[in-house]
């Protein structure tokens, strides 16, 4: 209800965003939302109609993350220009594995992104650096686009652990995937995530120069320039436009931000 009451009122009284060219410049700056487990179709319409009345920065990818039921729900009322994700799948086609989606079954939803490696699926879950890299690996090579999660937990950052956490999440999945072409990296400091405690935008442009320095390194100076590294972590409409200004920053992954209508703001924070 809530929900509803804040879309009515922010559809009567937003200015509409202002449809101007923007030039594009490198990587493509991309935002995505992750509904993670919440809503119902109803709150999904809310949020759909939230996207499609108001105009988007034509320059930017805009992914919904939508739950597993929910995905051909989405992908249908969403327009072709917004990508629809699943927020988690298994490396494998088809088997007993119960509960489990497969890549496959997600393209079948005509949906051609997923996350993984996100940071409730990696404590809640105990999902390990080496399956989300099988998953990683396994997403891509049927087709899948991925968002790619990784960062450090509070104890690590106050252990100054930040870059060697991170490092060892970014190899993990180098050891298994050669093209990066479909990768976005999604730097989310665990602290920040739901808490409202957002990195600051030097906290974040250290840790994502730093990723970008370790691509350069280790994967090739081609895959590190065109690589997308996208900050997630208590984005929201006031802290997106400073965030984005950073060199090294490409977009974000946004959690509770993405249920509000707000995230219009988010996606159009370039451009505003
Ligand atoms: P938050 O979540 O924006 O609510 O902090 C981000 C995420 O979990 O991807």
Same mark, same amino acid.
């Given at each position: 209800m809530l929900l509803k009451l804040l879309f009515r009122s922010f559809s009567s009284t937003s200015k509409p965003f202002k449809c101007s060219a923007v030039k594009a410049m490198g990587r493509k700056f991309t935002v995505g939302g992750n509904w993670k487990m919440n809503g119902d179709k109803a709150t999904y319409d809310g949020l759909i109609a939230n996207l499609t009345s108001n105009c988007l920065d034509k320059e930017v990818d805009v992914v919904i993350g939508a739950p597993a039921c929910y995905l051909e729900y989405v992908r249908t009322k969403l327009p072709s220009t917004i990508g629809v994700a699943a927020q988690n799948c298994f490396y494998?086609? @088809?088997?007993?594995?119960?509960g489990e989606i497969s890549p496959e079954m997600i393209l079948d939803n005509k949906c051609d992104w997923v996350i993984i490696g996100h940071s409730e699926r990696r404590q #809640?879950? $105990?999902?390990?650096d080496q399956m989300i890299a099988e998953k990683v690996n396994y997403a891509l090579s049927v087709g899948l686009k991925v968002i790619f999660c990784i960062g450090e937990t509070l104890e690590e950052r106050e252990a100054g652990k930040t870059h060697e956490v991170c490092f060892r999440q970014m190899q993990a999945a180098a050891d298994k995937v050669?093209?990066?072409?479909n990768v976005v990296v999604a730097y989310e400091p665990v602290w920040a995530i739901g808490t409202g405690k957002v990195a600051t935008p030097e906290q974040a442009q250290d840790v994502h120069a730093a990723l970008r320095t370790w691509a350069k390194d280790k994967l090739s100076p081609e895959i590190a320039e065109g690589l997308r590294i996208i900050y997630g972590g208590s984005v929201t409409a006031d802290n997106a436009p400073s965030l984005s200004?950073? /060199? =090294? #920053? =490409?977009g974000f992954l946004v959690g $509770?931000? @993405?249920?509000? /209508?707000e995230f219009v703001k988010i996606i159009n924070c370039k451009s505003d």
């Open positions: 494998k086609k @088809s088997g007993a594995f119960t #809640i879950f $105990g999902e390990t050669k093209n990066w072409d200004k950073q /060199p =090294d #920053i =490409d $509770g931000a @993405s249920l509000k /209508p």
